[in-house]
């Protein structure tokens, strides 16, 4: 019998032989992991089998790459892979976690109800628990902050971290809570902003998280920028990055000069409405922006080009200035959600 696919879709894959980084199609089996040049590839590139594998994550081997994850084979060989965003990578190694341990156990994979505590006796989930901070309503709140005639963005202090942990019960007292802060903040959950909290993280301090008001933070994913006597020209462009980000993942984008199609991250935020694309495979800054307040969006269900092709699940976005990008998804279901999310953003959005 065929192996089980278990889950499948876009990763950044590191290079065994030439060590760069590569969006890759990724397929999750019962028995191991196949990753392919492109999806309408009919043969992979690479399998890795999960059979003795060990999985590590977060991987914290590269830098400021964030949302990494290793497997390492029975034979001692590292694979390391990029999710484009926390949830997705934990959706990732859950998964992955559960096909070792099938495997191991004899067992067949499959996904049932029962659930468990995200508290467990001697430790904590450290990703539920950043979830949890990031709430909208029951959250750490995102303040603009003022310190040396710098404003901080979409950030909160180190005071305020450890407050939200104790009074979330998360903790037991302060101590406790710094302790926690410190693993968020190695583990990339928390990032530091200002001279004092970066400090504190490159010094060589038993504690690198620093439960003080004048020590500032902020999510990696929250569109944190810092001020300071900005002209008019950065103030216009840091205002794109305002918005709170409400869906982020991979597509395939056509090109418009060549249009030939590569794989983009995409982060969508409202007010002001923009979509953001990024080189999935490194780059902190976007190498676009679709600007989508009166935009139209729409399914497409032939290639743009008029050339058959096996290519699905297309859409096209035409601004307000009629400039048309055309979409792939990986799914029917991720291009419907993709429309719907971009349609309730070009009308709420500024």
């Known amino acids: 019998m065929e192996p089980k696919q278990i889950r499948e879709g876009y990763l ?12 890759m199609w990724v ?23 999960l059979k003795g594998s060990t999985l590590t994550s977060p991987c914290q081997d590269f830098g400021k790459r964030m ?27 859950r998964d992955i976690k559960k096909a070792i341990k099938c495997i191991e156990g004899g067992q067949k994979f499959s996904r049932k109800s029962t659930r468990r505590s995200i508290r467990l006796p001697e430790t904590i989930d450290l990703g539920a628990l950043y979830l949890s901070m990031k ?22 202090t180190g005071s305020c971290v450890i407050d939200w942990l104790v009074s979330n019960q998360s903790v037991r007292n302060r101590q406790e809570g710094l302790m926690i802060a410190s693993s968020l903040l190695n583990e990339g959950y928390l990032q530091p902003a200002g001279d004092m909290s970066k400090n504190a993280v490159d010094g060589t301090a038993e504690n690198p998280f620093l439960d003080n008001p004048d ?39 056509q090109g418009h000069r060549r249009k030939n199609w590569k794989v983009r991250k995409f982060i969508l935020r409202e007010d002001p409405a923009y979509l953001h694309y990024y080189d999935p495979a490194g780059g902190e800054d976007p190498l676009g922006a679709i600007r989508l307040r009166g935009c139209v969006v729409t399914s497409v269900e032939s290639n743009p080009d008029g050339k058959k092709s096996e290519e ?24 419907i959600d993709w429309i719907r999310a971009i349609q309730v953003a070009s009308r709420t959005g500024k």
Not at 220 to 248: T, W, Y
Request: charged share 30%; with cysteine; glycine share 4%.
């Open 12 to 23: 950044v894959k590191r290079g065994s032989v030439f060590n760069t980084w590569k969006p």
């Open 27 to 49: 397929v999750l089996l019962e028995d191991g992991i196949e990753f392919y040049k492109k999806k309408s590839d009919n043969s992979p590139k690479g399998m890795i089998p």
């Open 67 to 93: 949302f990494v994850f290793k497997i390492t084979t029975n034979k001692q060989q590292d694979h390391f892979f990029q999710a484009a965003f926390l949830e997705e990578r934990d959706a990732w190694i």
């Open 135 to 156: 709430d909208n309503e029951k959250g750490i709140k995102e303040l603009n902050l003022e310190k040396d005639k710098k404003i901080f963005n979409h950030c909160f």
């Open 215 to 253: 020590a500032f933070y902020y999510f990696p994913d929250s569109g944190f920028f810092c001020e300071e006597n900005s002209s008019d020209d950065d103030v216009i462009l840091k205002e794109e990055f305002r918005g709170v980000i409400i869906k982020q993942g991979c597509l395939l984008k």
């Open 312 to 335: 699905e699940n297309l859409f096209e976005i035409i601004t307000a200035d009629e400039v048309h990008y055309f979409l792939q998804a990986a799914t029917p279901k991720e291009r």
